[in-house]
């Protein structure tokens, strides 16, 4: 039986997704190097560690994906747009989507599926419907930058081992020092300026109160901007893909920035592989 797969071309990572011949997804995932996508497409051939006549046909998704040609290898490339990928990967990993999964209807409704990869894109999934609704600049990419500016790494695990030891209000002021109360649902301790200690006089700061810092930084711009970009949309949930969720730390922060806000955000399993499986699903319809 020919196989089917996916490849999602990322900034950051190139990810893969290969349905064998018992329909079982399995996944895969290389460094990008920051190289082109026609560059990237030369590891496509080792990616799966199978002979591409093997495949009838191979989906690609990613932000440079209509630069690929229309075959690579005897092989026909079927581009798949990221917000449809995105949005069906979302509803199928929260199990939103009506399908069956161990004997259990799961519930068939919408959702707010964000994509935290290298930026940050949102979008309103309704079924086999996908809509870009907003999104933003800050995601894994700024974590990176940031700490290779000021960590001196720009491994998103090690930034993360040290935010899970650190103190971001070492860095951040609170609300009850920026105003002396709280403000409607969030308390006292929440942050009201992010790395606004550093502004009003110079701290020495640890690396692990550091990293802690950048990471609420990023969690924060994007559980808000999803929040209210659910409510706009009159979403009920919202769906974190993307390997940023893959970080204890930034999956910590998205939790308590939606318990600040009585909202509710899922992080499924494998949220990294969220898009090229969204890909490869709409690829078989």
């Known amino acids: 039986m020919p196989l089917h797969a996916a490849i999602d071309f990322g900034l950051t990572n190139i990810d893969a997704v290969l349905r064998d011949p018992d329909g079982k997804l399995q996944t895969f995932i290389l460094p990008s190097n920051y190289q082109p996508v026609t560059a990237q497409l030369e590891a496509m051939p080792g990616l799966f560690g199978r002979p591409?006549?093997?495949?009838?046909?191979?989906?690609?998704?990613?932000?440079?994906?209509?630069?690929?040609?229309?075959t690579y290898g005897g092989v026909r490339l079927l581009p798949v747009n990221e917000v449809p990928a995105i949005g069906r990967g979302g509803l199928y990993l929260a199990g939103l989507?009506?399908?069956?999964?161990?004997?259990?209807?799961?519930?068939?409704?919408?959702?707010?599926?964000?994509?935290?990869?290298?930026?940050?894109?949102?979008?309103?999934?309704?079924?086999?419907?996908?809509?870009?609704?907003?999104?933003?600049?800050?995601?894994?990419?700024?974590?990176?930058?940031?700490?290779?500016?000021?960590?001196?790494?720009?491994?998103?695990?090690?930034?993360?081992?040290?935010?899970?030891?650190?103190?971001?209000?070492?860095?951040?002021?609170?609300?009850?020092?920026?105003?002396?109360?709280?403000?409607?649902?969030?308390?006292?301790?929440?942050?009201?300026?992010?790395?606004?200690?550093?502004?009003?006089?110079?701290?020495?700061?640890?690396?692990e109160d550091l990293a802690a810092a950048i990471m609420r930084l990023v969690g924060q711009v994007i559980a808000v901007i999803a929040i209210n970009a659910a409510r706009a949309e009159k979403l009920d949930s919202v769906v974190v893909l993307g390997h940023l969720a893959d970080l204890p730390s930034f999956c910590q922060v998205l939790h308590t920035t939606a318990g600040y806000y009585q909202a509710s955000i899922t992080l499924?399993?494998?949220?990294?592989?969220?898009?090229?499986?969204?890909?490869l699903l709409c690829a078989e319809d």
């Open 52 to 70: 591409l006549a093997d495949f009838e046909w191979i989906a690609v998704t990613g932000g440079q994906f209509r630069q690929l040609p229309p």
């Open 268 to 279: 499924p399993s494998q949220p990294g592989f969220g898009t090229v499986i969204g890909a």
């Open 97 to 207: 989507d009506g399908q069956q999964k161990k004997g259990k209807a799961k519930q068939n409704g919408g959702a707010l599926v964000v994509s935290a990869g290298s930026g940050t894109a949102m979008v309103a999934a309704r079924g086999s419907q996908a809509q870009h609704v907003t999104g933003s600049a800050v995601g894994g990419g700024t974590l990176q930058g940031l700490g290779r500016l000021l960590l001196g790494t720009a491994d998103a695990r090690a930034i993360d081992h040290l935010a899970q030891q650190g103190n971001a209000n070492a860095a951040d002021l609170t609300l009850a020092e920026a105003i002396g109360s709280t403000v409607g649902h969030l308390p006292a301790d929440a942050n009201a300026v992010n790395f606004g200690r550093l502004a009003r006089q110079a701290v020495d700061l640890s690396p």
